[in-house]
């Protein structure tokens, strides 16, 4: 099982290999440049290496099912399939350092995939109960069996709520000892906040990352406390700044000014594009940079 499982985190190495198309000169050129980077990185690439070897030894059968599974992986968005490697790093985690030889030989034993999922949900429920105050072990044996999942779902809720307003309060604590003495008032509203987190809010995560219901949600908050921090706290965490989601820039007006301004450094002659009018700047930079404006995420 454990090469099984482990053979799964070569995904992103099987897709080019395997489960897509022919790739086109672009691809070549990419995957080429990723090839010097990873030389530069020995101990990556000998992991890398190591890895390939083993999925070539699984038996074909094993080869199959993880090469269907790429594919299917590959035919999601960007944002979908980092979240599904973030979870299936997550999974192997617990799987090799989180639960004994006894629960593994269940999973192993469990072909039936919905078998399978009903034992981790199983293995992660008791592990979950194992792990709180004694009071609330007690008082969860007394619940009738039909009521458990919906006590142990609203105790999840409340307790990622304890773990956001434990962020908001390590984060403002300097704040709120200020407050207190009268020194200094608590982040209410967004220009409360150091200016580089202005920036970020207002060049990334507001432009970039938010829904206008999003948007609209955090704008409500404004000046309350402790909402608007919590909320804050809580969209930055739903959109990591690295991933494209569902909506993003789609010209290169929407994008950040230091973003812009890298842009512009690289042009052949940054001077003679300072003298053009703002309002023309974005649409010479996309025809210098061959960019096609107005589709997200293909921007």
């Not at 530069?40 to 992991?47: D, T, Y």
């Not at 074909?60 to 979908?80: D, G, S, Y």
């Not at 809720?157 to 307003?165: K, Y």
């Not at 609209?216 to 909402?227: H, R, V």
Request: charged letters at 30%; proline letters at 9%; hydrophobic letters at 40%.
């Amino acid at each position: 099982m454990r090469g099984a499982v482990a053979s799964l985190l070569m995904l992103a190495l099987v897709v080019p290999l395997a489960a897509l198309p022919e790739p086109t000169p672009e691809q070549w050129r990419a995957n080429r440049r990723r090839f010097e980077q990873l030389r530069k990185q020995p101990e990556e690439l000998a992991r890398l290496r190591a890895e390939a070897e083993a999925f070539f030894h699984l038996d074909p059968e094993r080869q199959q099912h993880i090469v269907r599974l790429a594919k299917a992986l590959a035919n999601e968005p960007v944002a979908t399939q980092t979240r599904l490697m973030e979870v299936l790093d997550r999974y192997v985690d617990w799987y090799h350092n989180q639960i004994d030889d006894a629960a593994r030989q269940r999973l192993h034993d469990a072909r039936d995939p919905q078998q399978r999922l009903e034992i981790i949900r199983k293995l992660r429920e008791d592990q979950w109960i194992a792990d709180q105050p004694k009071a609330l072990r007690d008082r969860l044996a007394q619940l009738p069996a039909a009521e458990r999942a919906a006590w142990i779902a609203k105790e999840k809720a409340a307790e990622r709520q304890r773990r956001i307003e434990w962020i908001v309060a390590r984060n403002f604590w300097m704040e709120l000892e200020g407050d207190a003495k009268g020194r200094r008032s608590l982040p209410t509203r967004l220009t409360d906040l150091p200016p580089p987190v202005q920036t970020y809010v207002k060049d990334y995560l507001l432009r970039m990352f938010l829904t206008p219901e999003e948007a609209d949600q955090l704008a409500k908050t404004d000046g309350q406390w402790p909402q608007f921090p919590m909320k804050l706290v809580e969209l930055a965490d739903k959109h990591p700044a690295a991933l494209p989601g569902p909506v993003g820039p789609k010209s290169i007006s929407d994008l950040p000014p230091r973003v812009v301004n890298e842009l512009r450094l690289k042009l052949p002659n940054p001077k003679k594009f300072e003298k053009l009018a703002p309002a023309a700047q974005p649409a010479l930079l996309a025809k210098v940079y061959g960019i096609k404006e107005g589709k997200w995420p293909e921007f």
